[in-house]
């Protein structure tokens, strides 16, 4: 068979776990030829395409990023689009895509379903809100990171007796925000799931402040608060009609700073979370996700995402991940709010 693969969406650790197990199984295994799509949707659009074999993967497992390129690309935005990707999946003679992406990405493959290309996805962000999907390779590796940071400022905080406001990635799920807030002690978590109250959040610095330690409040990049609105943005859009955000934790250390009469700073990770060598959690399951990916292909399933259920990698339809985002369920945010202060 020939497959091609593409990767889409945000770049994240492990999307070169996934192709190199895909070559790796379909060649080896099967004697497949396996055709790369450069940059996303768009190296189907623009005929941007590169052999895979066994050579054009060694060495990829540590790295991060993806050796393909990515865009937010979305051919169904574009007058002709579909019919583009059509013509170039008949010129290379394809006879499997196996897309690794996110909610859109993914969105965009199951209309190619759809149309009756045999389609087999790879769920990728690291936001983990893929709804069919226990984890997302790339949320555990943005999680350290944003722990990390977490650890590294609480003593540079209380050596200044300030309050940090850490901003995460999380545009509508919390997952980041609520597990590096917990793994890294932070004493306020915010995320999109919850409005959040700024008197309840500066009553929190000034109780961390008495017990003479300063406080680390950790907030997800979606997080608003219930009455007014902190969060600013450029008011640009992607292709799939996102709004780029940030700037929700520099408003709220300025809220902070004057309330408490302390100092505050805010520190914004932004795509420090994306960047790096994968953790090893995200390297066994990107892998075992390319391996799955192949295995579905060679059964002649089309229109499915490879998902991790409990410890096992299984095919789920892609309308299952796609018909609505997994956010951060309010009995999950009570665990960490009994740390809080």
Known sequence: MRIGILTGGGDCPGLNAVIRAVVRKGIGEHGDEVVGFRDGWRGL???????????????????????????????????????????????????????????????????????????????????????????????????????????????????????????????????????????????????????????????????RFESGYSPIVVVSEGARPADGDLVTSTGQTDAFGHVRLGGVGPALAAVIEERTGRESRAVVLGHIQRGGTPSAFDRVLATRFGLCAVDAVHAGLSGVMVALRGTDVVPVPIAEATARLKLVPLERYAEVEVFFG
């Not at 962000?125 to 977490?150: K, P, Q, R, S």
């Open 45 to 207: 659009l623009d005929d941007d395409a590169v052999p895979l074999d066994l050579a054009a993967v060694r060495g990829l497992l540590p790295r991060g990023g993806t050796v393909l390129g990515t865009s937010r690309t979305n051919p169904y935005a574009l007058e002709g689009g579909p019919e583009r990707v059509l013509a170039t999946l008949a010129r290379h003679r394809v006879d499997a895509l196996v897309p690794v992406g996110g909610e859109d990405t993914l969105g965009v493959a199951a209309k190619l379903a759809d149309a009756g290309v045999r389609v087999v996805g790879v769920p990728k962000t690291i936001d983990n809100d893929l709804d069919a999907t226990d984890y997302t390779f790339g949320f555990d590796t943005a999680v350290g990171v944003a722990m990390e940071a977490i650890d590294r400022l609480h003593t540079t905080g209380d050596s200044h007796h300030r309050t940090l406001v850490v901003e995460v990635m999380g545009r509508h799920a919390g997952w980041i925000a609520l597990h590096a807030g917990m793994a890294g002690g932070a004493n306020v978590v915010l995320i999109p799931e919850r409005p959040f109250d700024v008197d309840a959040v500066v009553a929190y610095c000034l109780h």
